[in-house]
């Protein structure tokens, strides 16, 4: 599994993203047309259908680990040509702004001397990009090694396809939410009154990753918003590493009486890891939002979804009992509900055995019924049978797991023929058929796509990200690339994850909705709700294919432990020199300073815990042997002012310095 995920991680290089390089090369270097279209055309023909579908033919080749290190050997010189084009435009910016700021004319000496200069830095400039650029089509041509990978096949292209987004229905959950309905409006869940010692009942659902918790928690919050039976609902995420003021912290957000929601709207909390948002309660002591509950919530009926809830270690459950003794003032018919994986997380914290209830797998037909509409969009019309009988084939493969026939659905709903159905009927998914389904769903993805999905397995799990940063950050790394057709670079951003969300590889969560009146046609005064804002969230199911694809330069560090991406490989920073992107937290960087700064092909740092500070002087030396930044990510982290070796970093696109003083 994991070597077939290690080709997939380098497909990216054998893209269009190629033939856009060689455009980019040609406007700085002056190539004439007929050079030009020879290039492009071989490129676009020839070489890059070839290795596309070399890489898909070579998983069970002998030839397998040639390729990969051939690829590898590939992806440094793209890396290293697109570095070079950027210097040279850096360069082009810099004289051209030196040529602006010229106020009087010099005299002729100093006139020679800098036009000399500036000759001089431009043809090294020159010169080193063509290096670079003859030493990658070196390495494109080494491609014959590999042409006998294509005897089985032609070497086809394949356009980019788009999928629309289907309307979120529930499939085959009716009777679970009535029974979880008919307990939350009881006035006790148990037999022997309130469950934990604050007086609160807490009824929890269980089940494994991708089984549909979360979708069963909104179905039943909507309908319970709809009838209106608690004065106050919460939605608050659960992040892993609980904490009691972090967790009351958002509820206030959440917070949404029962004249706030509107039918059949799922309102979540404003919650951002990454871009902060202002608040009168950030930054508040426990005790201060103590007082805070009480105003708010004294006596009240109150609805709680802690979702996707892991609260298992001595820390975690000290802060749970202070987090339960902030709520003592609610009224005595308010009730939790929690999602989460781990039925030994909700024992620990006291939840009875009678209150934890455990959700089963979709009954066949249901699951097909909810596969088929994610394939087709339309389970009521099948006029095409069939389609029907290779959808039940595909649907077999995929385990009962939901959130397999939402991702493979979508992907199939791309496809409208039964040939393309077919060959994915008689494909080989044994041993693990749901992250081979989403391997598979992943390949289907556009290389643009492929590479902005693989870049969020740099985050933890369960890491919100807002959408307008996650555009920057992909324009930042060069994942977005400007269209001939005069769109916004921004625009195409937004459709890269318009089309993520569609197809199910990220989650959208509306974070706030806003509401407006008017006047209807007969006069009639009526309210509209409209979301002003949403935050963004990968399944975690899909993170782990997200850290298996993301390749071999991506490391991600947490919570003190080295989660490695991909997960395969044992090496510790330390003991790593071809890191392009990092990610960790701010405890870490005094710790793990001189290992960063090993990192010469960094382009990527970012702090994604503000717990604790970066230290100026830390910052200092990690900048000045970075040159290659092109993200520098330190929300939060103490910086009072930047040192000022920042200005040498000359490939820098984004920074992120918020929430610091």
Same mark, same amino acid.
């Given at each position: 599994?994991?070597?077939?995920?290690?080709?997939?991680?380098?497909?990216?290089?054998?893209?269009?993203?190629?033939?856009?390089?060689?455009?980019?090369?040609?406007?700085?270097?002056?190539?004439?047309?007929?050079?030009?279209?020879?290039?492009?055309?071989?490129?676009?023909?020839?070489?890059?259908?070839?290795?596309?579908?070399?890489?898909?033919?070579?998983?069970?080749?002998?030839?397998?680990?040639?390729?990969?290190?051939?690829?590898?050997?590939?992806?440094?010189?793209?890396?290293?040509?697109?570095?070079?084009?950027?210097?040279?435009?850096?360069?082009?910016?810099?004289?051209?702004?030196?040529?602006?700021?010229?106020?009087?004319?010099?005299?002729?000496?100093?006139?020679?001397?800098?036009?000399?200069?500036?000759?001089?830095?431009?043809?090294?400039?020159?010169?080193?990009?063509?290096?670079?650029?003859?030493?990658?089509?070196?390495?494109?041509?080494?491609?014959?090694?590999?042409?006998?990978?294509?005897?089985?096949?032609?070497?086809?292209?394949?356009?980019?396809?788009?999928?629309?987004?289907?309307?979120?229905?529930?499939?085959?959950?009716?009777?679970?939410?009535?029974?979880?309905?008919?307990?939350?409006?009881?006035?006790?869940?148990?037999?022997?009154?309130?469950?934990?010692?604050?007086?609160?009942?807490?009824?929890?659902?269980?089940?494994?990753?991708?089984?549909?918790?979360?979708?069963?928690?909104?179905?039943?919050?909507?309908?319970?918003?709809?009838?209106?039976?608690?004065?106050?609902?919460?939605?608050?995420?659960?992040?892993?590493?609980?904490?009691?003021?972090?967790?009351?912290?958002?509820?206030?957000?959440?917070?949404?009486?029962?004249?706030?929601?509107?039918?059949?709207?799922?309102?979540?909390?404003?919650?951002?890891?990454?871009?902060?948002?202002?608040?009168?309660?950030?930054?508040?002591?426990?005790?201060?939002?103590?007082?805070?509950?009480?105003?708010?919530?004294?006596?009240?009926?109150?609805?709680?979804?802690?979702?996707?809830?892991?609260?298992?270690?001595?820390?975690?459950?000290?802060?749970?009992?202070?987090?339960?003794?902030?709520?003592?003032?609610?009224?005595?018919?308010?009730?939790?509900?929690?999602?989460?994986?781990?039925?030994?997380?909700?024992?620990?914290?006291?939840?009875?055995?009678?209150?934890?209830?455990?959700?089963?797998?979709?009954?066949?037909?249901?699951?097909?019924?909810?596969?088929?509409?994610?394939?087709?969009?339309?389970?009521?019309?099948?006029?095409?049978?069939?389609?029907?009988?290779?959808?039940?084939?595909?649907?077999?493969?995929?385990?009962?797991?939901?959130?397999?026939?939402?991702?493979?659905?979508?992907?199939?709903?791309?496809?409208?023929?039964?040939?393309?159905?077919?060959?994915?009927?008689?494909?080989?998914?044994?041993?693990?058929?749901?992250?081979?389904?989403?391997?598979?769903?992943?390949?289907?993805?556009?290389?643009?796509?492929?590479?902005?999905?693989?870049?969020?397995?740099?985050?933890?799990?369960?890491?919100?990200?807002?959408?307008?940063?996650?555009?920057?950050?992909?324009?930042?790394?060069?994942?977005?690339?400007?269209?001939?057709?005069?769109?916004?670079?921004?625009?195409?951003?937004?459709?890269?994850?318009?089309?993520?969300?569609?197809?199910?590889?990220?989650?959208?969560?509306?974070?706030?909705?806003?509401?407006?009146?008017?006047?209807?046609?007969?006069?009639?005064?009526?309210?509209?709700?409209?979301?002003?804002?949403?935050?963004?969230?990968?399944?975690?199911?899909?993170?782990?294919?997200?850290?298996?694809?993301?390749?071999?330069?991506?490391?991600?560090?947490?919570?003190?432990?080295?989660?490695?991406?991909?997960?395969?490989?044992?090496?510790?920073?330390?003991?790593?020199?071809?890191?392009?992107? $990092? +990610? *960790?937290?701010?405890?870490? @960087?005094?710790? %793990?300073? #001189?290992? /960063?700064?090993?990192? &010469?092909? !960094? =382009?990527?740092?970012?702090?994604?815990?503000?717990?604790?500070?970066?230290?100026?002087?830390?910052?200092?030396?990690?900048?000045?042997?970075?040159?290659?930044?092109?993200? $520098? +990510? *330190?929300?939060?982290?103490? @910086?009072?002012? %930047?040192? #000022?070796? /920042?200005?040498?970093? &000359?490939? !820098? =696109?984004?920074?992120?310095?918020?929430?610091?003083?």
């Amino acid at each position: 599994m994991a070597e077939a995920a290690a080709l997939d991680s380098l497909k990216w290089v054998v893209s269009p993203l190629l033939s856009r390089l060689w455009n980019e090369v040609f406007n700085r270097l002056g190539t004439s047309k007929d050079e030009q279209h020879k290039l492009l055309q071989d490129l676009e023909t020839i070489s890059l259908p070839g290795l596309s579908l070399a890489i898909e033919k070579a998983e069970n080749s002998p030839k397998r680990h040639q390729l990969e290190n051939w690829l590898e050997r590939l992806k440094d010189a793209y890396y290293k040509t697109e570095e070079a084009i950027d210097l040279f435009t850096y360069y082009e910016l810099q004289q051209k702004v030196h040529d602006e700021r010229k106020s009087v004319k010099p005299n002729i000496v100093d006139r020679i001397k800098t036009e000399v200069s500036s000759f001089a830095s431009h043809h090294h400039m020159l010169t080193s990009t063509k290096k670079k650029i003859t030493e990658f089509l070196q390495i494109i041509k080494e491609f014959r090694n590999y042409r006998d990978l294509l005897q089985d096949g032609d070497a086809g292209t394949h356009d980019r396809e788009t999928v629309s987004a289907l309307e979120e229905k529930v499939f085959g959950r009716d009777r679970d939410r009535e029974i979880i309905v008919s307990k939350l409006t009881k006035e006790s869940i148990t037999d022997h009154g309130p469950s934990i010692v604050s007086g609160l009942n807490i009824l929890a659902i269980t089940g494994r990753p991708g089984i549909g918790k979360t979708t069963l928690a909104k179905y039943v919050y909507n309908y319970l918003s709809k009838e209106g039976h608690f004065d106050i609902f919460m939605w608050v995420y659960v992040p892993r590493k609980f904490r009691a003021g972090d967790v009351i912290n958002k509820m206030m957000k959440a917070k949404q009486t029962k004249e706030d929601l509107l039918v059949g709207q799922l309102i979540e909390q404003k919650d951002s890891q990454f871009e902060l948002q202002s608040s009168s309660h950030d930054n508040y002591p426990l005790e201060g939002l103590s007082v805070e509950i009480k105003k708010m919530f004294h006596s009240k009926k109150c609805l709680l979804v802690l979702d996707d809830f892991l609260c298992c270690t001595g820390t975690d459950r000290e802060q749970w009992k202070k987090f339960m003794s902030c709520l003592s003032c609610w009224g005595s018919e308010s009730k939790i509900l929690i999602t989460t994986q781990s039925t030994e997380a909700v024992r620990q914290v006291s939840v009875p055995e009678e209150n934890i209830y455990k959700l089963d797998q979709l009954e066949e037909d249901l699951f097909f019924e909810l596969f088929m509409y994610h394939a087709s969009g339309n389970t009521s019309n099948m006029k095409d049978n069939s389609l029907e009988v290779v959808g039940r084939k595909v649907a077999n493969k995929l385990n009962g797991d939901p959130k397999a026939a939402e991702v493979v659905g979508s992907q199939l709903r791309k496809k409208g023929d039964i040939i393309e159905w077919e060959k994915v009927s008689k494909k080989d998914w044994s041993g693990d058929e749901i992250m081979k389904s989403r391997i598979w769903s992943y390949q289907n993805l556009h290389a643009d796509l492929q590479r902005c999905f693989a870049f969020c397995g740099l985050f933890p799990k369960g890491f919100r990200f807002v959408g307008k940063t996650l555009i920057y950050l992909w324009m930042a790394e060069g994942f977005i690339k400007s269209a001939n057709n005069g769109k916004r670079i921004e625009d195409i951003g937004e459709s890269y994850l318009h089309e993520l969300v569609s197809s199910h590889f990220l989650d959208k969560r509306v974070d706030e909705e806003g509401k407006e009146n008017y006047v209807d046609e007969e006069g009639k005064e009526n309210q509209v709700t409209f979301i002003k804002s949403a935050n963004y969230v990968l399944h975690d199911l899909l993170h782990d294919l997200a850290e298996q694809v993301c390749g071999a330069n991506y490391l991600r560090m947490e919570y003190n432990n080295y989660v490695e991406i991909p997960r395969d490989t044992r090496n510790k920073l330390s003991g790593k020199e071809n890191v392009h992107h $990092l +990610s *960790l937290q701010a405890s870490m @960087i005094s710790e %793990l300073k #001189d290992d /960063i700064c090993k990192q &010469k092909e !960094l =382009r990527t740092l970012i702090i994604f815990d503000g717990d604790g500070t970066v230290s100026k002087k830390d910052l200092k030396e990690i900048i000045q042997t970075s040159e290659k930044l092109r993200v $520098l +990510s *330190l929300p939060s982290c103490g @910086i009072k002012d %930047l040192p #000022d070796s /920042i200005g040498s970093l &000359k490939h !820098l =696109r984004y920074i992120d310095i918020s929430g610091c003083s």
